[in-house]
């Protein structure tokens, strides 16, 4: 009678496992750690580059003043303007720059850094620069730095040269007075051993 439950020819291994059966290696599990993302620098503000001073717009010239044809001034007339006149004037010219038309007649003295005379003056003249035109009638004095006079044009009068007037020289400080002067001295009265003892008189 069988041991194992009475099942014939019934035939049972048993096998134990082995003394030094390797393990299977388990591969090791890498810890990944997720990278944070990388963050941009902040833009840096671009440093402001200093700017050059604004140059001021040029000085515009100002516009001449005409009077036309026509039209007779009984007075004066003065600026610091360009002024063209081209009628009669019965008075004193003093102006920036004249330019004194075809149709123009001035009595009375002219006075201007520059002056275009293309009529009649019937007076002194008075600028730095004189341009006498072929039409030009002066009746007087010019006084001038430079002088140019075209074919045809009168003069009755005399060529003066213009002198600038000599600068003034800075009147001078008047120097402190001198101090006082010391007193004299006072003078003692000579004493006996000044004058020696003459044993012959007695």
């Known amino acids: 009678m069988s041991c194992c439950g009475g099942l014939p020819n019934a035939h049972f291994e048993t096998r134990s496992p082995p003394m030094f ?4 290696e388990t591969p090791a599990k890498l810890a990944l750690t997720p990278l944070e993302p990388t963050r941009a620098a902040p833009p840096q503000a671009a440093q402001p ?9 040029p000085a515009r010239p100002k516009p001449a003043s005409l009077i036309a044809k026509g039209l007779t001034i009984r007075g004066d007339v003065i600026g610091d303007i360009e002024v063209h006149l081209d009628c009669v004037v019965l008075g004193d010219v003093k102006v920036g720059k004249l330019v004194v ?3 123009a007649r001035i009595e009375g003295s002219v006075t201007a850094q520059a002056m275009e005379i293309h009529g ?36 009755q009068g005399r060529s003066l ?13 008047h120097a402190p007075p001198p101090p006082p002067a010391p007193p004299p001295a006072p003078v003692s009265p000579p004493s006996a051993s000044q004058f020696p003892y003459n044993h012959s008189a007695y």
């Open 21 to 24: 059966a390797k393990k299977k």
């Open 49 to 57: 580059q200093p700017q050059p001073a604004p140059t001021p717009p």
């Open 101 to 103: 038309g075809p149709n």
């Open 120 to 155: 009649m003056v019937i007076g002194s003249v008075t600028a730095q620069s004189v341009r006498l035109y072929g039409t030009a009638r002066v009746d007087g004095d010019i006084t001038h730095e430079q002088l140019a006079m075209e074919t045809g044009a009168e003069f």
């Open 161 to 173: 040269k213009f002198r600038r007037p000599a600068p003034t020289p800075p009147q001078a400080q």
